[in-house]
């Protein structure tokens, strides 16, 4: 059990560049959800996926996109790359949105906009 | 003002030392309450859950203040693999059920 994987580890981009964070899960999990974390904040929910074929904006949205492929997968798009999106972008997924469940995370991808 | 605000630290304590780290959060309708722990350059895990009557997991104890909107992490015992940064963490339902994480607290247990 890989639990939940992200691609790529690591990313560089320039202002204006495009690209596309890869999450998988394999715990049959039915929510995904895409986090950054900043220096000095709290884990800001970016977009959320409450089961396959949903998804919704969280407290951050603004110049990212989503796709929920299947129930593995839930991508988050940068179609614009600005310095202000520098940040380590964390995948998570749980059962279900509720505020019982454990959410699992990914090892997070440590993403520079120049 | 922060939804959950945490004291930064760090906690610099020597192993075996007592520790507890306190977490404020401002919306009274939050409903569950958890700590995280996330060590350096890695993803938040769960710690424990938090529960209104308190609960314990060995060394950990979690204590839950709904009156006064606050929550308290306990490690006793402190070992060298506790350093790592503490995460409270809110659940909010309604609008966009979210979870809402405090900035953390780290800690660094020095032999």
């Known amino acids: 059990n890989a639990g939940v994987t992200q691609t790529p580890k690591f990313q560089v981009l320039k202002t204006g560049q495009s690209m596309t964070l890869q999450c998988a899960q394999d715990?049959?999990?039915?929510?995904m959800y895409w986090y950054r974390q900043d220096p000095g904040m709290g884990l800001r929910l970016i977009y959320y996926?409450?089961?396959?074929?949903?998804?919704d904006k969280g407290e951050v949205p603004n110049g990212y996109n989503v796709s929920r492929l299947n129930k593995r997968e839930f991508s988050l798009r940068l179609e614009s790359a600005a310095p202000s999106q520098t940040s380590v972008y964390f995948c998570a997924s749980s059962e279900a949105i509720a505020g019982s469940d454990e959410q699992y995370f990914g090892p997070g991808t440590r993403l520079t906009v120049t | 003002r922060k939804e959950v605000e945490q004291d930064p630290g760090p906690f610099n304590v020597p192993e075996g030392a007592t520790v507890a780290f306190n977490c404020t959060y401002s919306?009274?309708?939050?409903?569950?309450f958890f700590w995280y722990r996330q060590d350096c350059r890695k993803e938040p895990k769960l710690l424990m859950s938090v529960y209104s009557s308190g609960n314990e997991d060995g060394r950990f104890t979690a204590q839950l203040n709904r009156a006064s909107q606050y929550i308290s992490l306990l490690i006793r015992d402190s070992k060298l693999s506790d350093s790592a940064t503490y995460l409270c963490v809110v659940w909010e339902a309604g609008g966009y059920n979210k979870l809402i994480f405090g900035a953390g607290t780290r800690l660094a247990v020095h032999p």
């Open positions: 996926s409450a089961s396959e074929g949903t998804t």
């Open positions: 919306n009274s309708a939050s409903q569950s």
């Open positions: 715990m049959n999990h039915n929510s």
